[in-house]
């Protein structure tokens, strides 16, 4: 079978750094997998008595897997299941006990939840290599903090999208590591790109060694929305391959491939409710961890955006030369999961089961689906949208609505329509702003931070929020920042959190307040 022709991990164990190659067992860890020999009286360890727990028992009333209908929200507001766990679980029970589930454990943390994640790995997401492992942790803002302390040394470069997640950023950036930002179009980080960043290093002109790390997130980019093609990410592993990079691939939305957004007056009858589970699958884009015949990706699976961000839970699937030193990076920094969180979410999937798993997420794609829709609509409402031309990264351009035809007009921003994830990215075109040319002939410096400032100001006095594209600019060292080219300026709009309504105020309002900077009379 295919299972048998792929093959094991290499040793990529020369990417450690120093510190996680120093790292030592934790000494009281190592004691506790002999408590659990058959026979053994443990006086050892300093566990207190369950019987001391103030817990009874706890019991967690959940919806049904098919219960988002892909209409934005729960379709029935009942529940259909009720989960269980008892502080002294009947043997016949499989499910872990408040005592175990609240006492210390190695920092793997539960087995029974492990098991559930291996499985679902292997069959949904299918590493290219066999000896993959998982290990949990407290999600993927945990997980990248634990990727860094076990692979970057002050001063390294780490490879970075054009627009990155500003909190991976802020991890590294103070420990005095280095952004090597690669250029993204609609698509995501372009091959080309990164091949020209490795090959055409230069350790004398940048001061530093060759990236040996690319951090991305191939799937609905935060903040661009941006999802990486199959040839794309075939393209970018064989660079990495070649130039020996280690790949950390953070995915939170990756289940949240939406299909193509189609106006309304396109779309007839909605068919992404109607999806399968299996179709589902059939849809997504394979992730760099199955196209992984080496072991050299490294990834970042968090239930933030399936099961709720409050869990903090996630699990990295990686090598095991890595998996056991990020293990031992865990014993000190953090231990294993949150007891709590580990009961309950291995208690929710092990009920609904593989199948039950997918088809929640499923249902989620079809709400976000939806959700996306209402952002698309409004802003094909409120502004003139058009098709970009070929070459543009964006889908199409919009224009302050009803002045295309009346002869003098610029376009104001270009978008893509989202395919992935919570966000909309927006990068405006200041060459005909007046505030902004104003600020150009006056000679003033950094005329497109100052601008964008006062823009993003001008929408809070609107009552719009937005993020400030800014904010997702690679950072080059501690104190300098890309510097981005051009009359431009970005924003960040995310549709996961408002009612119909309010995406729809929110944006007439926001292309209100475009009119006013543009200076456009009605
Ligand atoms: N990475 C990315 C790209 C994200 O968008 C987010 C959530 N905003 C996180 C990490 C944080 O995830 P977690 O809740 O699992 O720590």
Redesign the pocket.
């Known amino acids: 079978s295919q299972e048998n022709l792929r093959p094991k991990s290499i040793d990529l164990s020369h990417h450690l750094n120093t510190l996680s190659r120093s790292r030592v067992p934790s000494p009281l860890k190592d004691i506790i997998k002999y408590m659990r020999e058959p026979g053994m009286i443990s006086l050892a360890g300093g566990l207190p008595h369950p019987s001391l727990f103030p817990y009874h028992s706890l019991r967690v009333d959940v919806y049904t897997p098919d219960t988002l209908d892909g209409h934005g929200q729960p379709s029935d507001a009942s529940t259909g299941l009720t989960l269980h766990s008892e502080k002294y679980g009947d043997r016949d029970r499989t499910g872990t006990d408040i005592s175990t589930g609240l006492q210390y454990t190695t920092s793997k943390g539960s087995e029974r939840l492990s098991s559930f994640l291996q499985k679902f790995t292997k069959d949904v997401l299918r590493p290219g290599f066999t000896d993959f492992e998982i290990l949990l942790n407290?999600?993927?803002?945990?997980?990248?903090s634990k990727v860094v302390s076990l692979l970057c040394e002050q001063g390294d470069y780490i490879l970075v999208e054009e627009h990155t997640?500003p909190?991976?950023q802020a991890l590294w950036a103070p420990m005095g590591c280095r952004g090597a930002p690669v250029q993204m179009d609609k698509d995501g980080i372009i091959p080309q790109a990164l091949e020209q960043v490795l090959g055409g290093w230069n350790e004398a002109v940048k001061g530093g060694k060759r990236p040996r790390l690319l951090y991305l997130?191939p799937v609905a980019q935060?903040p661009t929305g941006a999802t990486l093609t199959l040839e794309r990410k075939k393209a970018i592993y064989d660079i990495c391959v070649k130039y020996d990079v280690v790949i950390c691939e953070?995915d939170?939305?990756y289940f949240l491939q939406l299909p193509a957004y189609l106006p309304p007056e396109q779309r007839a009858v909605r068919i992404a409710t109607e999806m399968t589970p299996e179709e589902l699958l059939e849809f997504l884009v394979p992730t760099f961890l199955h196209l992984d015949w080496q072991g050299r990706v490294i990834r970042?699976e968090?239930f933030?955006?399936t099961l709720g961000?409050g869990n903090?839970l996630?699990y990295f699937i990686c090598n095991p030369i890595f998996a056991e030193r990020l293990q031992r990076a865990s014993e000190v920094m953090t231990q294993a999961p949150a007891g709590w969180s580990q009961i309950i979410v291995e208690e929710l999937l092990c009920t609904w089961g593989q199948e039950g798993f997918l088809r929640w997420v499923t249902g989620l794609r079809d709400s976000y689906t939806v959700r996306r829709d209402w952002m698309c609509d409004s802003l094909v409402e409120f502004f003139d949208v058009v098709s970009a031309p070929e070459g543009l990264a964006a889908d199409v351009i919009a224009y302050p609505k009803g002045r295309i035809s009346a002869g003098k007009t610029a376009p104001v921003f270009s978008f893509s329509y989202p395919k992935g994830g919570m966000f909309l990215w927006i990068k405006l075109d200041l060459s005909q702003n007046p505030v902004y040319q104003r600020m150009k002939a006056n000679g003033e410096a950094n005329a497109e931070q100052k601008w964008a400032d006062e823009f993003w100001m001008s929408m809070i006095r609107a009552k719009v929020l937005l993020v400030p594209g800014s904010y997702y600019t690679p950072i080059l060292s501690n104190d300098q920042r890309m510097k981005q080219d051009g009359a431009v300026a970005y924003f960040r709009l995310a549709y996961s959190l408002e009612s119909r309504e309010d995406i729809h105020v929110g944006i007439q309002r926001m292309a209100r307040t475009f009119d006013e900077s543009w200076e456009f009379r009605k």
Do not use: E, Q, V
């Not at 407290?138 to 990248?144: K, L, Y």
């Open positions: 407290f999600g993927n803002t945990d997980a990248w997640y909190s991976s997130i935060n953070d939170p939305y970042l968090t933030s955006k961000p903090r996630g």
